[in-house]
Nanobody
Framework: QVQLVESGGGLVQPGGSLRLSCATS????????MAWYRQAPGKQRESIAS???????VYAGSVKDRFTISRDNPKNTVYLQMNSLKPEDTAVYYC?????????WGQGTQVTVSS
């Protein structure tokens, strides 16, 4: 059974940091492209960061230089370090795993940036 389980979300003040984790099971993690998406209220889900099996990363302009995606293949886990958080980063954050035509999603974790 494939599972992607996000954790680490919560309430943080503007300028603060959070680290999201996505623990996976049931997939050959090391061959998957892993990504983080987010969806704010009333908006479409957007891709914000991805990392290939080889470790190459891509970021959306809105998070570049503030967020860092990384992966730990032995732990089957992908991370998203989020620094200098802004109120506009408030959203549900989703983990995504993709290999060929296979795509899996986590259930999402809420991140709220507010004073």
């Amino acid at each position: 059974q494939v599972q992607l389980v996000e954790s680490g979300g919560g309430l943080v003040q503007p300028g603060g940091s959070l680290r999201l984790s996505c623990a996976t099971s049931g997939i050959i993690f090391r061959i998957y492209v892993m990504a983080w998406y987010r969806q704010a209220p009333g908006k479409q889900r957007e891709s914000i960061a991805s990392i290939t099996d080889g470790g190459s990363t891509v970021y959306a302009g809105s998070v570049k230089d503030r967020f860092t995606i990384s992966r730990d293949n032995p732990k089957n886990t992908v991370y998203l370090q989020m620094n200098s958080l802004k109120p506009e980063d408030t959203a549900v954050y989703y983990c995504n795993a993709r290999y060929g035509n296979s795509e899996r999603w986590g259930q999402g974790t809420q991140v709220t940036v507010s004073s």
